[in-house]
């Protein structure tokens, strides 16, 4: 009997390998397993990287939403926005943005529920930028 399981546990396997390549890909044909679609479902997941275009919508506004103490003791006291990041869909994280005076994209003011496109700047992702750092901003016709 043990002679038996054996066997057929070889078998399973044995077909198992000819169902999945060396490289991990489905064989043509067949079934793609909820493991093998993984890798790609998490890259997927991620989310946009610094340098993709994004659209915003504007959530909250600050007056004096930050302190930066100087070196020489002066403090700089930046307004903040926070954008609510929704395209690409799903995507749905803030980011906070700083500006010294009223934020605003040429002569027109950031208001709140204004829509607005962006490139992600590098260091988007530790949730605060400048508003500077926002290249390509421009209002979402």
């Given at each position: 009997?043990?002679?038996l399981v ?5 078998a ?13 890909q ?11 679609a993984?890798?790609?479902a998490?890259?997927?997941a991620?989310?946009?990287?610094a340098?993709d275009?994004?659209?915003?919508e504007v ?6 939403a930050a ?8 403090t700089?006291?930046?307004?903040g926005v ?32 204004s829509?607005?496109?962006?490139v992600l ?10 508003l ?7 209002f979402?016709?």
């Amino acid at each position: 009997m043990n002679r038996l399981v054996c066997s057929a546990f070889f078998a399973f396997l044995f077909l198992g390998a000819l169902v999945v390549n060396a490289s991990g890909q489905a064989a043509p044909g067949e079934p793609v397993s909820a493991a093998a679609a993984a890798p790609q479902a998490a890259e997927e997941a991620r989310g946009p990287q610094a340098g993709d275009r994004v659209k915003a919508e504007v959530i909250l506004l600050r007056y004096r939403a930050a302190e930066i103490w100087l070196d020489n003791g002066d403090t700089l006291v930046p307004s903040g926005v926070e954008l609510r990041v929704f395209d690409p869909e799903g995507f749905g994280k803030t980011l906070n943005v700083l500006s010294f005076g009223h934020p605003h994209i040429g002569t027109r003011p950031l208001l709140l529920g204004s829509y607005v496109t962006f490139v992600l700047p590098k260091n988007w992702e530790h949730g605060t930028v400048f508003l500077d750092d926002l290249k390509e901003l421009a209002f979402v016709k």
